[in-house]
Nanobody, 119 residues
């Protein structure tokens, strides 16, 4: 089975930067969108950034600070996070949604990587 493997999380001070990476164990055919979500205890998981054929979308609070990039053909997606704030602290999950001919749509998730921003 295809797995999404994340890396790049860690502990940083406010104002610092991190770059999250996500790569599929096997090439995914029919990628529709790739994105990043985050979740903190007691809160709903929220979309942070997403990219697709129609462009990119960002959570309002991260606009101007985070940048999503990736390669559908390589089934890889990245999230560059600059000027991090304590409120960015969360577990970050990558997601790749695909729909290949003859098969049902599939939404795959990474295992999650912890990002902690200290003040």
């Amino acid at each position: 089975q295809v797995q999404l493997v994340e890396s790049g999380g860690g502990l940083v001070q406010a104002g610092g930067s991190l770059r999250l990476s996500c790569a599929a164990s096997e090439s995914i055919i029919g990628v529709h969108t790739m994105g990043w979500h985050r979740q903190v205890p007691g809160k709903l998981r929220e979309l942070v950034a997403r990219m697709g054929s129609g462009g990119t979308d960002y959570l309002d609070s991260v606009k101007g600070r985070f940048t999503i990039s990736g390669d559908n053909a390589k089934s890889t997606v990245y999230l560059q996070m600059n000027n991090l704030k304590p409120e960015d602290t969360a577990v970050y999950y990558c997601n790749i949604y695909s729909w290949h001919r003859g098969k049902s749509p599939v939404s795959r998730w990474g295992q999650g990587t912890q990002v902690t921003v200290s003040s």
